[in-house]
């Protein structure tokens, strides 16, 4: 059965570093979203991605977030200057169609920064 | 503001008890979800619903549309069943909004 796949499972960085979270989405569908959850608390939406452009990204997706889409398959989140506040696990996910639609999520990176 | 609001936030159960989860969100989603996040973070899809009922085995997911309350049941609950239960809305836009989960544990 096709799945999302992420990678690093685990990242660790030092404050201000720059990171880039990777996601293989599953291959026929066209929505991607990222998500994240800090420890313990609920899971929070960050930014959808149709037809090679941001459609919707919350307040938390300020100018230090970015996301790409580099070929057919990888869509990517980069966080340029990392606080410690970044750290959480991410989640991609992906959708065939828009938010009436399940969306498929991957196993999460979880993003520690020191 | 579009919320999501789950409850209980923790359940305990003994093995082959029927066990409810509610929800309730504001007026004007345009689909629920249902998700269980399992121990080590991995989050899966249970269903997506915009009106009436759906069953996958012993799950079952219902909607009342005029209530604004979603329920997720599980039928003969298993050790396995232990999990997070999250419930999640759309609004007519491309994010969810996210419930703060129910964590259900199922003792044999």
């Known amino acids: 059965e096709p799945e999302v796949t992420q990678t690093p499972s685990h990242q660790v960085t030092q404050m201000g570093q720059e990171v880039i979270l990777r996601c293989v989405p599953i291959?026929?569908?066209?929505?991607f979203y990222w998500y994240r959850q800090i420890l313990g608390q609920k899971v929070e939406f960050l930014v959808s991605?149709?037809?090679?452009?941001?459609?919707?990204k919350s307040e938390i997706f300020d100018d230090q977030f970015s996301v790409e889409r580099p070929d057919g398959s990888n869509f990517t989140l980069k966080i340029r200057s990392t606080k410690l506040e970044d750290s959480a696990m991410y989640f991609c996910?992906?959708?065939?169609?828009?938010?009436?639609?399940?969306?498929?999520f991957g196993p999460g990176t979880r993003l520690t920064v020191l | 503001k579009n919320e999501v609001e789950q409850s209980p936030q923790n359940l305990t159960a003994q093995e082959g008890e029927f066990i409810t989860i509610n929800c309730s969100y504001s007026?004007?989603?345009?689909?629920l979800h249902w998700l269980q996040q399992h121990p080590g973070g991995g989050i899966v899809s249970l269903f997506m619903?915009?009106?009436g009922k759906k069953k996958h085995g012993r799950l079952i997911a219902t909607i009342n549309i005029q209530e604004k309350h979603s329920s997720l049941h599980i039928t003969a609950s298993h050790p396995r069943d232990s999990a997070v239960y999250i419930c999640?809305?759309?609004?007519?836009?491309?994010?969810?909004?996210f419930g703060t989960g129910t964590r259900l544990q199922v003792f044999p």
């Open positions: 996910a992906s959708s065939d169609t828009l938010t009436t639609d399940t969306q498929y």
């Open positions: 291959s026929n569908h066209l929505y």
């Open positions: 991605f149709y037809n090679n452009e941001i459609s919707e």
């Open positions: 007026v004007g989603i345009s689909a």
């Open positions: 619903l915009s009106s």
């Open positions: 999640a809305a759309s609004y007519n836009t491309d994010k969810l909004i």
